[in-house]
């Protein structure tokens, strides 16, 4: 229920601005009347989440606050005999899903690796590029928010994301996802999960503030003897982009469900059609080759 956010971010925006340019010469007199033109509302500084796993007790408040302020159906009702995990995994209906990993310790006994997971807003989100509508963009939060009046069902977003957050619902057709409480961020409120979280699991505010704290916690644990602690996210890594929304772990990623090297597609195109034109040239070159002698 922690959120650091300055007390002159917590105004609210405005909705809209509404302008009317009279006398365009490429509209027709009249076509205008009574219509708005909405202005995009200011950039500000790019909010996100950091999610400390080593305080988390799994109590799923996160996921019952984020059903419950997204007006999202109950699912995963049924014993799914993973531990205590019902949903299993994020989907069209579960922006939050806390994970339970059991994992056998070398006296026998088991610990729990606990996590909730959610959309990471990615700042170079595969999901963002591979789709053909537009319906997903960046907000002036810096979240990617899902545009459901514009997205068209296709799915490329689903199978895109590397983290497999996006879910295509069986009611409408169409995609769903964490919009970081878009809502709530617009009146200046903190996102319902993170508002929700009992031992600050879950801390929402301007990604440099979190990020700072996210390295001292780490340096706390390393302090403490908890030598595996380490950020998921928090800095590029290889051809991704840092995470608007990452970790804490004591393990590794696919512990906790999480790809150890997420993949972006269009970080590898340009080498990928590099490749394609060198071959096309190459298979051309041998079949004039070929032709020639053939001719002869």
């Not at 995009?40 to 080593?54: A, K, R, S, Y």
């Not at 019902?86 to 994992?103: G, I």
């Not at 199978?159 to 769903?176: K, N, T």
Request: aromatic share 8%; with cysteine.
């Amino acid at each position: 229920m922690t959120s650091i956010v300055a007390e002159d971010a917590q105004t609210s925006f405005p909705e809209f601005r509404l302008t009317h340019e009279a006398g365009s010469s490429n509209v027709p007199t009249g076509l205008l009347e009574g219509m708005m033109i909405a202005l995009p509302p200011p950039t500000v500084e790019p909010m996100g989440f950091f999610t400390d796993t080593t305080v988390c007790i799994g109590c799923k408040a996160c996921e019952v606050a984020c059903k419950q302020w997204n007006a999202l159906p109950a699912d995963g009702m049924t014993w799914s005999g993973q531990s205590y995990d019902n949903t299993l995994h994020l989907s069209a209906t579960t922006w939050r899903h806390v994970s339970f990993a059991e994992e056998e310790k070398p006296d026998g006994g088991v610990k729990w690796l606990l996590n909730s997971d959610v959309c990471k807003h990615c700042t170079a989100a595969p999901c963002q590029d591979a789709c053909p509508t537009g319906a997903l963009i960046y907000n002036e939060f810096g979240n990617v928010y899902l545009q459901q009046d514009v997205c068209n069902g296709c799915g490329y977003c689903v199978v895109a994301c590397p983290f497999g957050v996006l879910g295509r619902s069986e009611d409408d057709g169409l995609a769903h996802k964490c919009t970081l409480c878009y809502d709530r961020q617009k009146d200046g409120l903190e996102p319902a999960c993170a508002k929700s979280c009992p031992t600050d699991a879950i801390v929402f505010g301007p990604v440099a503030a979190l990020q700072e704290r996210a390295q001292q916690r780490v340096t706390e644990l390393h302090a403490q003897g908890e030598n595996a602690a380490y950020l998921y996210g928090a800095e590029d890594a290889g051809e991704y982009k840092r995470l608007n929304a990452f970790f804490l772990l004591t393990d590794e990623p696919a512990a906790y469900n999480l790809p150890e090297a997420p993949r972006r597609p269009r970080a590898r195109m340009m080498t990928r059609y590099l490749w394609s034109a060198v071959v096309g040239i190459g298979l051309s070159a041998v079949g004039a080759v070929a032709v020639a002698k053939g001719g002869r």
